[in-house]
C-alpha cells in the first residue's frame, strides 16, 4: 500500500480513507464475476499499425480501427524511443519532489495550476482518481536548455512537438476518409491550443482497490499516449472492460469525443479506465489534440461509404463543450457530455 509518509506523495490515503474504507467491495467485483476465470479473457491486443508503410497501405486499417475500436497502437511513429525514455526520467525526477513544493511552487515555467491530484469533489469512491498529474498546455516559449530544469523544459517541448506532428498526421488521415469540403478542423488544432499530460498512479493496496483515473472519455479530437510497462489502461468494449496489454515502443492513439461527434459517429470515442495498481506506481504521458475554443464542430451528414446520415449531434464550440462539461461535473458529479448534444432520435454508440 502506499505510505503517505514518504513526502513526496500526495496525502491520497488519509484524504480519502473513508471512501475506502466505505466501499463494501472491490470496484472492478461486477467485471469479474461477468468473465471467465482466465483472466487472459479480459486481456485485449489493439490493433497495430506500422506507420513506416505509408499513409496510403495505413489509411483502411486506421479507419477500420478508430471506428470499430476506437483504439489503436502505433510502431514506427517517429517520436524517438530515446527521447520517450528520457522524458520518463525528467517525470520520474518530477514527482519525486516534495509533496509540499509540487503544491506551492510551479513546475519550471508553468502555472501553478498545473499539478493536480486526487479528485477534491469525489463524494463516492467511484468518482475518485489515484493519481496525481501535470496538465501542462503547450503555449509557452522554451527556455535555453542552461540548466537541469530547462532540460526538462526541453525534452517536454520536444516530446509534445513530435506528438503533435504525429497527432496531426492520423487526425487528417481520419478525416480525409470522410471526403469533406468543410474547414478542416484538425488546422484548428494548433500546437498552443493543445496540452500535454503528465501523470502518475500511485500503488493502491485497499482492499476495495481504486481507479488510479475514472471512467471516462476524452474530450479533445484525438489522444496520444505513452505508457510504462505496469499496465492499468482498460477500456470498454462489448459492454466489458478489456485490459490493454502493454506494447513497449507502440503509441496508443484514442479517439476523442469532439472527432465522434465532426464524424456524426463514424469514428467512436470510447469509455476507458486506469486500474491502480496494489503494488507498483505507473506513469504515462498523454498529449491531447484540441482546437481552438472557438472551433464549430458540425457534424457531418454522410459518410464516405455512401448514403445519407442525417446530424446526430446539435452544432456546438468546443468552448461550448467545454463549458457545459464542467457544469454537468459541478451538478452531478460527473461528465454527461456528447449526450447534452445528441438530437433527439439520433442513434449512435454513446
Keep these: ?21 466505505s466501499h ?31 499513409e496510403d497501405q495505413c489509411l483502411e ?6 471506428s470499430e475500436w476506437g483504439f489503436f497502437q502505433v510502431t514506427n511513429h517517429g517520436v524517438p524511443q530515446a527521447l520517450l525514455d528520457e522524458l520518463h526520467e525528467a517525470q520520474v525526477a518530477v514527482f519525486r519532489r516534495p509533496f509540499q513544493r509540487k503544491v506551492r511552487e510551479p513546475l519550471l515555467d ?30 509557452t516559449c522554451t527556455p535555453p536548455a542552461t540548466s537541469s530544469g530547462d532540460k526538462t523544459r526541453l525534452v517536454i517541448e520536444e516530446v509534445s512537438t513530435a506528438m503533435s506532428e504525429l497527432a496531426q498526421q492520423l487526425a487528417g488521415i481520419l478525416v480525409a476518409d470522410l471526403r469533406g469540403d468543410e474547414e478542416d478542423v484538425v488546422s484548428r488544432c494548433t500546437r498552443s491550443t493543445c496540452f500535454l499530460r503528465l501523470n502518475r498512479y500511485p500503488p493502491c493496496g485497499a482492499a476495495s482497490g481504486a481507479f488510479g483515473l475514472c ?7 484525438l489522444t496520444i499516449l505513452h505508457q510504462d510497462g505496469v499496465g492499468g489502461l482498460q477500456l470498454r468494449k462489448g459492454g466489458r472492460w478489456l485490459a490493454v496489454e502493454p506494447n513497449p ?21 470510447v469509455e476507458h479506465r486506469v486500474m491502480a495498481s496494489a503494488a507498483s506506481e505507473r506513469f504515462s504521458v498523454a498529449f491531447f489534440l484540441c482546437p481552438a475554443y472557438d472551433t ?19 452544432s456546438f464550440t468546443f468552448g461550448e463543450y467545454r463549458n457545459q462539461i464542467r457544469e454537468d461535473v459541478r451538478l452531478t458529479g460527473r461528465k454527461l457530455g456528447l449526450r447534452r448534444f445528441r438530437i433527439q432520435g439520433g442513434g449512435g454508440p454513446l
Design 296 to 314: 464549430l464542430i458540425r457534424p457531418r451528414s454522410s459518410t464516405a461509404g455512401g448514403g445519407d446520415r442525417p446530424p446526430r449531434y446539435k
Design 110 to 139: 508553468f502555472s501553478p495550476e498545473s499539478y493536480r491530484w486526487g479528485t477534491p469533489a469525489a463524494m463516492r469512491l467511484e468518482q475518485l482518481s489515484w493519481s496525481e498529474a501535470y496538465h501542462l498546455p503547450m503555449t
Design 1 to 21: 500500500m502506499m505510505n503517505d509518509d514518504d513526502d513526496s506523495n500526495p496525502p491520497l490515503m488519509a484524504t480519502y480513507k473513508h471512501l475506502l474504507d
Design 61 to 66: 486499417a486506421i479507419v477500420r480501427a478508430a
Design 24 to 54: 463494501p467491495r472491490r470496484l472492478d467485483a461486477d467485471d469479474r464475476t461477468t468473465t471467465t476465470d482466465d483472466d487472459h479473457s479480459r486481456r485485449c491486443v489493439l490493433p497495430v499499425i506500422d506507420l513506416q508503410h505509408g
Design 215 to 221: 471512467p471516462h472519455t476524452d474530450s479533445d479530437f
Design 249 to 269: 515502443g507502440a503509441l496508443i492513439v484514442n479517439v476523442g469525443d469532439l472527432l465522434q461527434a465532426w464524424s456524426n459517429d463514424r469514428y467512436r470515442s
